[in-house]
């Protein structure tokens, strides 16, 4: 198994320009989110999804967007780049059950805005 | 809301000392606590969920609920656990997970 897996690993961007950060987990994980790490600010939680199909805001929502068509995959994406949005990403995955699993992470994307 | 305090954003000790990151949390329900480590270079990993309390790697994590800590501690300190820590809690509990709030983060250096 690849576990999580982020693409693209390094992206610049222009003020202005959309794109999509790819996460794919093939672990039959239920649930999957999204967390921006930046310096001095640990992780934050951006969007989470607890199904196929069904999305939430996390703490630092704005500027971003989330869906979930398939229980793998759960894109991330700028509409519309700041340079506050410079920073690495994170996708992560979890299973639902009782036992309260943790979360596996992909490797991370290094996003830059200019 | 939840809150994870992790005091010390760098932590320097020698190898074969005593090492200890601090944890301090807030939040209004039973928590559910974790340490997450990031080597150089490498993706985020669990160390320790405190609802397993085994060891990892040579640390310990204990949940103090009177306190509201979960401190780290490892009694001799390894170079190679140099690393980015950060303490993590679950906002819901009973398989919940999917909503982390995470301390800052502290970079351990074990200096040889």
């Known amino acids: 198994n690849a576990g999580v897996t982020q693409t693209p690993k390094f992206q610049v961007l222009k003020t202005g320009q959309s794109m999509t950060l790819q996460c794919a987990q093939d672990?039959?994980?239920?649930?999957m989110s999204w967390y921006r790490q930046d310096p001095g600010m640990g992780l934050r939680l951006i969007h989470y999804?607890?199904?196929?199909?069904?999305?939430d805001q996390g703490e630092v929502p704005n500027g971003y967007n989330v869906s979930r068509s398939t229980t793998e995959d759960f894109p991330l994406r700028l509409l519309s780049a700041a340079p506050s949005q410079t920073s690495v990403y994170f996708c992560?995955?979890?299973?639902?059950?009782?036992?309260?699993?943790?979360?596996?992470f992909g490797d991370g994307t290094r996003l830059s805005i200019l | 809301a939840q809150r994870v305090t992790q005091p010390e954003k760098l932590l320097s000790v020698f190898k074969g000392a005593p090492v200890e990151l601090k944890c301090n949390y807030s939040?209004?329900?039973?928590?559910?606590l974790f340490w997450y480590v990031q080597y150089s270079r490498q993706r985020l990993q669990l160390l320790l969920r405190?609802?397993s309390r085994e060891s990892i790697k040579g640390f310990t994590a204990d949940l103090n609920k009177g306190e509201t800590s979960f401190h780290l501690k490892k009694p001799f300190a390894q170079e190679e656990d140099s690393a980015m820590y950060y303490c993590?809690?679950?906002?819901?509990?009973?398989?919940?997970?999917?909503?982390?709030?995470f301390g800052k983060g502290t970079l351990l250096t074990v200096n040889p």
């Open positions: 992560a995955s979890s299973r639902a059950d009782s036992s309260n699993q943790p979360q596996h």
């Open positions: 672990m039959n994980h239920e649930y």
């Open positions: 999804s607890v199904g196929a199909g069904i999305t």
């Open positions: 939040y209004s329900g039973s928590p559910e």
């Open positions: 405190h609802i």
């Open positions: 993590a809690l679950s906002e819901n509990s009973g398989g919940s997970n999917y909503k982390l709030t």
